[in-house]
């Protein structure tokens, strides 16, 4: 007789077993040294206007002899798995958008940011180098606006901190962690990103801002996950 062929056994992502380090998402929060209702309101603004806007100020690298070297202003998201939000969250707020990752890769055009630890000797080499460039590219002319623009872009994707594994965990003292960057798992983008509600995996808020979110948006969320910033303390 003969026997049934086997079941296949089902895909794997083998991201999801051997890098759970990682997210399938990115999140945006929206409560940095604002008030509740100041994060709230943004947050909405968002989901409202369906962008994701860079901020008003250029990024900025602080070189060895303190000279400052300018970036493009950015977009930020950070890549945290669910059950490791709660240390990002203690710094910047209960309210939060989750994008697939997928879509703020491939839409939004967001990449993950390039620590480099702050005494690493790439930016005393990068300080000599500077030397020579700067003057040179004074002058105006097609090569040297390229040149500036690619400077400026490198500048928006590199983050000098302090790379050693001092951490606080009272936001009020933060100390420490104004420059230690590496634990955020931050992605940049310099570009405004225009998303389609599809986009959107979660949308997260402190449960007494749950009925208002639901009143104001109806069932146009429906087929995201609207979650309390409570779970991140139960579960």
């Not at 998303?195 to 969320?221: C, E, N, T, Y």
Request: a neutral charge.
């Amino acid at each position: 007789m003969n026997q049934p062929a086997p079941t296949p056994n089902p895909k794997i992502d083998l991201a999801d077993v051997l890098q759970r380090f990682s997210s399938k998402v990115l999140w945006h929060f929206t409560g940095y040294n604002k008030s509740w209702d100041d994060a709230f309101r943004i947050q909405n603004e968002i989901l409202q206007s369906n962008l994701l806007q860079v901020g008003k100020q250029s990024e900025t690298i602080v070189m060895n002899s303190g000279q400052k070297r300018y970036g493009y202003s950015v977009a930020c998201m950070c890549d945290i798995p669910f059950r490791d939000l709660r240390i990002h969250m203690v710094r910047y707020g209960l309210f939060g958008i989750a994008f697939f990752k997928h879509a703020a890769i491939n839409t939004g055009n967001f990449n993950p940011v390039f620590y480099v630890h702050y005494e690493n000797p790439l930016f005393k080499r990068a300080e000599d180098l500077f030397k020579v460039i700067d003057p040179a590219i004074k002058e105006d002319s097609a090569f040297n606006k390229s040149l500036n623009e690619y400077l400026r872009m490198i500048g928006s994707y590199v983050k000098r901190g302090d790379l050693n594994r001092i951490v606080e965990v009272n936001s009020e003292i933060d100390s420490s962690q104004s420059s230690n960057f590496y634990y955020e798992r931050e992605w940049r983008t310099v570009f405004p990103w225009k998303f389609d509600d599809a986009s959107v995996a979660a949308i997260m808020m402190p449960q007494r801002f749950l009925a208002d979110f639901q009143k104001r948006w109806g069932h146009r969320f429906v087929n995201s996950s609207i979650i309390s910033s409570e779970m991140i303390e139960t579960l």
